[in-house]
């Protein structure tokens, strides 16, 4: 007895592909500008205090094109106490180069890029869609909280986590009539 062996092309239906769900990587709205730390300690006399004409020659003194496009945080890493006038003597004499200054960390000035972006992202691909916002140990939750608020009122149903295995957050009920 001969027996021939019949191979049959197995399909292999890819589940995640097929549910039609769309995933959102916040990740791809992380600024890209390099933000650097601008401490006014090294401004102050002795570190702590504000004489007027002393600080207005050491600001004038900083070559800011070392900040072009740029953002910059700018901090005091002593407790000093700072006019307000000061700081809008630094922001004269900035705003000619840096692309953003805020008086905040660096990781502070970031996630406010980060949410800037986002806020301001074309989401219009979303409309209606199935979205799963990618799940990232490394993102502030706040990116998810504005991303939620942003998605709710656009998508059908919004998820997180991974595709394959989503949490969902809401579905929009389908209504027949």
């Not at 600024?31 to 730390?37: G, H, K, L, Q």
């Not at 004269?92 to 805020?102: N, T």
């Not at 996630?111 to 992202?121: I, Q, V």
């Amino acid at each position: 007895m001969n027996y021939t062996s019949v191979m049959t092309q197995d399909t292999f239906i890819n589940k995640a592909e097929a549910s039609g769900i769309i995933a959102l990587d916040l990740s791809d709205y992380k600024p890209t500008t390099e933000i650097v730390e601008l401490d006014l300690k090294d401004h102050l006399f002795m570190g702590m205090i504000v004489k007027e004409k002393e600080f207005k020659e050491s600001i004038a003194a900083i070559d800011f094109s070392v900040y072009h496009e740029k953002a910059v945080a700018i901090i005091c890493s002593t407790d000093a106490i700072i006019p307000p006038w000061a700081y809008m003597f630094l922001m004269e004499k900035l705003s000619s180069y840096a692309a953003y200054a805020d008086l905040n960390n660096a990781e502070s000035i970031l996630l406010d890029l980060w949410k800037r972006r986002l806020t301001y992202a074309d989401l219009k691909q979303y409309k209606n869609q199935k979205v799963v916002v990618r799940a990232r140990a490394e993102h502030d939750p706040a990116l998810y909280l504005l991303a939620a608020g942003l998605l709710k009122p656009l998508v059908k149903s919004l998820m997180y986590g991974e595709i394959g295995l989503p949490k969902v957050i809401f579905k929009t009920e389908n209504k027949t009539k």
